[in-house]
């Protein structure tokens, strides 16, 4: 049974740039979830995605974005990059109902900006 | 004030000894909390979770939650050095988002 896969899982980037991280779920998921970790912190939740909409946002800007697929992978796109937007990104997946809760994650994308 | 804090450590204990990891948490929405292993540059993987209050048992662990004073722990028996990563506490409710601490390292010394 695959769990969560990720990719890429690095990247490098100069700011301005833009990026696309991709997620395939744990196979019987149908939602996806973004985090991004910085260096010494907890997941810091971007947004939730189910039935192909954005359902939950956290406290970022515009300039990140996604998109949930008909086969429930999901993409991150970020715009605009700035230096702090390097981390770790990190898709979760879980069930529908209450169980969207308990989130299994994927290995993540490390993301440099320079 | 964080909705979920956590002493970042880091914590060293001898191997075999009884680990206690503990979290604090201020949202009273939250009904799911959450316990992950993160080994260093890996995506978090997840230990155990339990609804609301009350404890649960997975082979050397247990996680407790009281909702009467906002408390998570994690209690790891006969530690191995594999054991060693940092640990995340988290909680959600309704709104399914997780909220992390900040995590803690722990290291067991052979």
């Known amino acids: 049974d695959a769990g969560v896969t990720q990719s890429p899982t690095h990247l490098i980037k100069t700011r301005g740039q833009q990026v696309t991280l991709r997620c395939s779920p744990k196979?019987?998921?149908?939602?996806v979830s973004w985090y991004q970790q910085a260096l010494g912190q907890g997941p810091q939740f971007i947004f939730q995605?189910?039935?192909?909409?954005?359902?939950q946002r956290g406290n970022f800007p515009d300039r990140f974005s996604g998109h949930q697929f008909p086969n429930y992978s999901s993409e991150l796109n970020v715009n605009a990059l700035l230096l702090g937007d390097s981390a770790l990104y990190l898709c979760?997946?879980?069930?529908?109902?209450?169980?969207?809760?308990?989130?299994?994650f994927g290995a993540g994308t490390r993301l440099s900006v320079l | 004030q964080k909705e979920v804090e956590q002493d970042p450590g880091p914590l060293s204990v001898p191997e075999g000894a009884i680990v206690s990891l503990n979290c604090t948490y201020s949202?009273?929405?939250?009904?799911?909390f959450m316990w992950y292993r993160q080994y260093s540059r890996k995506g978090p993987e997840l230990l155990m979770y339990?609804?609301?209050?009350g404890n649960k048992e997975d082979g050397r662990f247990t996680a407790q939650v009281d909702k009467s004073s906002k408390y998570i722990s994690l209690f790891i028996r006969d530690s191995q050095p594999s054991d060693s990563a940092t640990y995340l506490c988290s909680g959600g409710g309704a709104t399914n988002k997780l909220i992390f601490g900040t995590g803690t390292l722990l290291a067991v010394q052979p």
């Open positions: 949202n009273s929405a939250f009904q799911y």
């Open positions: 979760a997946s879980s069930l529908g109902g209450k169980a969207k809760n308990i989130q299994y």
């Open positions: 339990t609804y609301s209050s």
């Open positions: 196979s019987g998921h149908d939602t």
């Open positions: 995605y189910y039935e192909e909409e954005e359902r």
